[in-house]
């Protein structure tokens, strides 16, 4: 289809559009018939349907759900002159029709007489997880910020917020028993300035950051999300990324005092494996399980330097006690202590491709593959269900144009363009290709202190990879230019929405 010829500026672009004759006013009284399973999509819908009472004559919205275990998520939405009726296959299915109906209204353009075109639109998503993760350790994030993302992400359907919890500079939530966590864990005392790989003396800001998360505040994250289809996995980085844990309670390491880091890079710090720190992971998995119900809990496992386990005579001796040929072995033993906790009480594991390095993937265990495709390939062929996420793709926290004239970012290059592009699913992955359960962006904040800093790396490229997880086989997508003549109407809504996105240069 020709640019001239996309008549619907829809992000993801439905799987199938049909135009049908006239419009739907929506001047007008409107009654809602909403079936079970639907309240969500109907509050939503009314806020955006606020029916003029005075207009004449009546139309009709009818919500509901038909089971269809086959197209999970997916939706027929037909419009006729007077009546709107929306089928999903499930709950989440009905939102993102209403999602489509108010991406329509966005679009238009007449506002006094606002109408909806007449058509049929079938759409269901190509793939189940479709997620960013926000990282809200190296910078803390308001909770406002993260329902308005959660708006975001919904309304370009995707239905995974992953949020990294915990890092070397920061960790962000309390724990009951573990007051020093938020104490001392969550603030560090400045942050570096400038980039840590630039030569030079290091100059630091001399400005305390932090914050945390109250459990009420991740509870109402998490209900938020959920009525929105959105789940919330979070990340507890171990047992490496954890300087700041240890910054709190130095002897779940080496028993070396520590500080909350305050420049970037791999800190050299881990959690020694002993009795006392397990206790620990545990008891702080248990409470996240308590407040995020979705299947998944992101353990981290990337970046762990285990030359401080080599220096260490305890974790020497705790890798002979256990029996182990190696700390890297000790490595996986403590990945699998962690997954079979989570899969005794009927969670999943998952964590970055890392945890294929040192030993087979623990049991029930996904891989966020971060490296590049073939960490993807090589964890799906091992029998593993993947995420894909490769940083030469979706790694919004690169550049995205030319770094003399872009703000300061971690490096790499991820244009627009460059995202559209992204493949979610690997090739020639023969019977493997079902252990991909989908992608993610991912947006680490090293050099992304405040929400709007995020929303310029988010916006537009965050739309542009809604386009790639919806419609993986990228051979069905039409082409960037038809993507870039569906995006301008969006640039606007999100600039009157007060959203700070990148200018589009024409391509
Ligand atoms: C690598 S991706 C990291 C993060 C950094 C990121 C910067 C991953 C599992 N680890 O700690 O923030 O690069 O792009």
Redesign the pocket.
């Known amino acids: 289809m020709a640019v001239e010829d996309q008549p619907y500026p829809i992000i993801p672009e439905p799987h199938i559009v049909r135009s049908l004759p006239g419009s739907f006013g929506l001047n007008r009284r409107i009654a809602f018939t909403a079936g079970d399973g639907t309240s969500d999509a109907l509050d939503l819908l009314r806020g955006e349907l606020k029916a003029a009472d005075d207009g004449h004559g009546e139309g009709g919205v009818v919500l509901s759900v038909e089971p269809d275990p086959n197209r999970p998520e997916g939706y027929a939405l037909t419009i006729t002159p007077d009546l709107i009726r929306l089928v999903g296959s499930d709950a989440a299915g009905v939102l993102y029709g209403v999602q489509t109906i108010r991406q329509l209204i966005a679009a238009q353009t007449d506002r006094p007489r606002m109408s909806l075109p007449c058509l049929h639109i079938e759409d269901a998503p190509g793939l189940r997880w479709r997620g960013l993760m926000l990282?809200v350790a190296?910078h803390f994030m308001p909770v406002g910020f993260i329902r308005r993302l959660i708006d975001f992400l919904a309304y370009y359907k995707l239905n995974v917020l992953h949020l990294h919890l915990t890092d070397d500079q920061g960790w962000r939530f309390d724990v009951p028993g573990y007051p020093r966590l938020t104490e001392v864990g969550s603030w560090r005392a400045e942050t570096l300035v400038g980039h840590h790989k630039a030569p030079g003396g290091r100059r630091y800001d001399g400005v305390m950051h932090g914050g945390f998360y109250r459990e009420h505040e991740l509870r109402e994250i998490v209900a938020y999300a959920s009525r929105r289809a959105v789940t919330v996995v979070p990340e507890i980085d171990m047992p490496g990324?954890v300087q700041a844990a240890l910054a709190a309670y130095p002897e779940l390491g080496s028993g070396a005092a520590t500080e909350v880091a305050t420049r970037w890079g791999v800190s050299t710090r881990i959690l020694h494996p002993g009795q006392k720190t397990l206790r620990f992971c545990q008891d702080v998995l248990t409470y996240v399980l308590d407040v995020f119900p979705g299947e998944f809990i992101h353990c981290g496992g990337?970046?762990a330097s285990i030359e401080e386990w080599e220096r260490n005579p305890q974790t020497r001796s705790r890798v002979v006690e256990l029996g182990l040929a190696d700390t890297r072995a000790l490595h996986h033993w403590f990945n699998c202590q962690l997954a079979g906790f989570l899969a005794d009480r009927g969670r999943r594991y998952v964590g970055?491709d890392e945890i294929m390095d040192c030993g087979p993937l623990p049991l029930g265990a996904a891989v966020m593959a971060?490296r590049g495709g073939e960490r993807g390939v090589a964890a799906a062929r091992a029998g593993g269900d993947v995420i894909t996420s490769p940083?030469s793709h979706v790694?919004l926290?690169y550049y995205q144009g030319d770094a003399g004239s872009e703000p300061l970012a971690?490096g790499g290059y991820t244009p627009l363009e460059r995202v559209y592009e992204f493949e979610p699913v690997p090739p020639y992955l023969g019977d493997a290709t079902s252990r991909i359960l989908g992608a993610e962006a991912?947006l680490?904040t090293?050099y992304i202190p405040t929400p709007s800093h995020a929303e310029y790396m988010l916006f537009p490229r965050l739309c542009a990879f809604a386009e790639a997880v919806w419609r993986p086989d990228a051979s069905t997508r039409q082409g960037y230019l038809e993507f870039i003549g569906r995006l301008r109407p969006h640039l606007n809504t999100l600039a009157a929405l007060g959203v700070n996105h990148r200018p589009v240069t024409s391509p």
């Open positions: 990282d190296r990324h990337d970046e970055w971060w940083r790694y926290d971690y991912q680490w090293e």
